[in-house]
Structures are given as structure tokens and as C-alpha cells.
């Protein structure tokens, strides 16, 4: 039996028909008015997404590159900075903080637990020399969505860096409303588009952190991106992901098309598809089922099955590619991504493979019980709701140029 292959991973995600047409776009030069208005256009929309009306910088770079423009163009060596860690991503920014000479205070969680901003509030409370907090929206490692906007308003007194390459599109933000600093995403995640891009939102108070902080910085120099931007013909400093900067336009034209409360309610629908699925066939979830947790699902494997084995089985047998754990849970949990590109048969396309594999490895599932569940999910009154959407369109092509 020929199975399609099916990307259920927390980034990268599927492309949309018109996002992948985009990486046929021919080649232009970027330094002309008609680049610079498709660019600004992307801007633009980016700001819709991030729900802020701050400048914001894109660099083409994976999303780790972005985050460290931000270590680099908001701090002096030694400065104190609070990171939140109940993660993966958490200790990523910890030890890239230390990386770069900074003094790191962590607050720690457990990994599948929310990170505490009660704590963190009177970390800050007691401590006036820590001068930014840095905290995960969606903590990809384990799907556990950290409350940003409780994290923005503990922290009016010290500069907020959010991270929410996965959650962006895919989990409630609103970078304005909620006091954000500074927030860094990218085009893989939610935003469904080829890897390569990523973006920082800079507020004043941060551009004038920014003004005293002295840490090396070339390729990342906000500064120059700030000029760049501010010239008579808006650009990057640098030449850009040209083609990445088309396709991830397009995304986000999608993404606005749906209607950002749309895609929203689209993705707690699939979160409570994963975990109703996940559960019907007895494996225990790894973040609370909560409706906020609307990016990727974890959940523990039954003793003596290996992640790293059944996620390749489940691919090689059934083209559902699905992501084991890292960390501590690794080999011990599979997340199933759902963000982006994705509907609820593809979701349930997972979890019924997941089935059969588990089936076909020796654990005793009761086949159809997890998509049993799911597919009850499906078809209650809350999610009817929900799915009222207009039917994406089969034959839409992109308008040709
Ligand atoms: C994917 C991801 C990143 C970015 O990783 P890159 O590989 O550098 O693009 C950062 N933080 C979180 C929470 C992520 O999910």
C-alpha cells in the first residue's frame, strides 16, 4: 500500500499550494521599489500576526539566529537576565545567554509543567539588578503553552523577550496589548513557510536598551537593520532570503485570509483532537489538556517502546512523520505537531496510524480507539462551531506577476 507523506511536526510544516508555488517565483533584485513594497507588505503583515505596531526586523536565519540578535543587541557583558525554563527552548536561551557573557538567573519548571510567574514576579521583585526576562511562549519540547500574558505584565519593569517561534499562528499573542518587548518568531512554524527566515518586534524601551548595549554584533546588528529599513528604498542590510521572503508573504496572506481568529480556533480544535486521540488509545499526555496547549501534543510511550523506533516505523510504514522527545524525554515521548498547514482528518490521519503501528510493534491497542475518540471531538456542537470556514479552494492558483 503506497501511504503520502504526511509532516506532523512542530516546524517544519507543510506549505500551502500558493506558499510552495512561491519558491518558483523568478529571481528579482531586491533593491528595487517593487521588492521593497512586497517586503514592507510582509512587515506589515507580520505586525498584524504579532498584534504589535513596533518595528520589525527579519533576518534570514533559523530562529535561533534572531534570538541571538536579540542577546547581542540588548545587553553589555555581564548583565543580569531572568530566563524562564520549563523546556527545551528555556535552557536553549539560558545557555545562550551564558554564551555570550551574560549573568543568568533561571527560574526553572519541570519540563511538562507551565513556568511560574509568581515565582518569577517576586524573582524580579527581589532583585532590581536583573535588567530583561526572557520566557517560551510555546515550549515545543513538550507542547506546554506558558502564559505570556501574565508574563507581560509581571515584568513592566525590566525588558520581556518572548520566543514564540512555535506558538506565533498557532496559540493566542498579542505583543502590544500584553507589554512585549521584544518577540522573536520565524516562518517554519505556524507561519508555514520554508525554514531560513526568522524576525525580532523591538519596542522603544528595547531600542533604548539597545543604545547601551555594547556585546559584538555584525551580521545581526539591529542598527543597521533599523537603517536598512529606514532608507529611501526599505531593504535588509544584507541580502535576504529573497525567495523565503515571497513565500512567507504568501503565508501570511493565507493566514490573514483565514482570519487570525480562525486559525486560532482551528488549532485549539486540533490540540483537542491530539489529545483526544492520544488518550483514547491510553497514553498518558505529557502538558495539561488544556485548550490554550494548541501546537503540538507529547505523550509518554507504554514501557519498552522506544520513540526513536516508533517514530521511524510509523513513518516508513505509514508516511506520518511525527517527533520523538530530547532532553530528558528522550526516546520516552513522540509529539505529534499540529500547527500551520493542517486540518483535523490530518490529525486524525496521525493518531490512526499511530494506532496501527503500536498495533504492529505488540502493544495491545484497541484499534479505532483513539480515532474513536477523536472523531467524537470532531463532531460536537463546540467544534461545529468552530469549522464553520470557508472550503479552502482546490483550484487556486497563484495570481501570476
Ligand atoms: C523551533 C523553535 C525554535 C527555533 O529553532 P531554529 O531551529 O533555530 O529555527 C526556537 N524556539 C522554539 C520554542 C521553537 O519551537
Known sequence: MMYKPRLMVPGPTPLPPEVAAAGTFPMVDERTPEFAELFTGTLGKLRQVLGTKNDVLLFTASITGAFESAVANLFRPGDRVLVLNNGGFGERWAAMGRAFGLDVVEITAPWGEENDMSRAAAQLAADPSIRAAICVHCETSTGVVNDIEQFGAITSSVLSIVDTASGLGACDLRADEWGLDVVVGGGQKALMTPPGLSFASVSERAWRQHATATLPRYY??????????????????????????????????????????????????????????????????????????????????????????????????????????????????????????????????????????????????????????????????????????????????????
Not at 248 to 275: F, I, Q, S, W
Not at 285 to 312: F, K, M, Q, W
Open 220 to 401: 545581526f546588528d539591529w542598527s543597521a537593520a533599523r537603517d536598512a529599513l529606514g532608507a529611501s528604498i526599505p531593504r535588509t542590510p544584507w541580502t535576504p532570503g529573497i525567495g523565503l521572503i515571497v513565500a512567507l508573504d504568501a503565508a501570511l496572506t493565507r493566514l490573514l485570509a483565514e482570519g487570525l481568529p480562525n486559525v486560532l480556533k482551528r488549532h485549539v480544535v486540533l490540540g483537542r483532537l491530539a489529545r483526544a486521540g492520544l488518550a483514547g488509545m491510553r497514553l498518558e499526555l505529557v502538558a495539561p489538556a488544556r485548550d490554550g496547549n494548541s501546537c503540538v501534543t507529547a505523550a509518554y510511550l507504554p514501557d519498552g517502546i522506544s520513540g526513536e523506533h516508533l517514530v521511524r516505523q510509523l513513518a516508513q510504514r505509514y508516511g506520518v512523520q511525527i517527533t520523538g522527545g530530547t532532553g530528558p524525554f528522550a526516546d520516552r515521548i513522540i509529539r505529534i505537531g499540529h500547527c500551520g498547514y493542517v486540518d483535523a482528518l490530518d490529525v486524525i490521519a496521525a493518531i490512526t496510524a499511530l494506532e496501527l503501528t503500536l498495533h504492529d510493534l505488540g502493544y495491545p491497542v484497541q484499534l479505532g480507539a483513539g480515532a474513536a475518540s477523536a472523531l467524537q471531538v470532531l463532531t460536537s456542537n463546540a467544534v461545529r462551531q468552530a469549522r464553520k470556514q470557508p472550503r479552502e479552494r482546490t483550484m487556486k492558483c497563484p495570481a501570476p506577476t
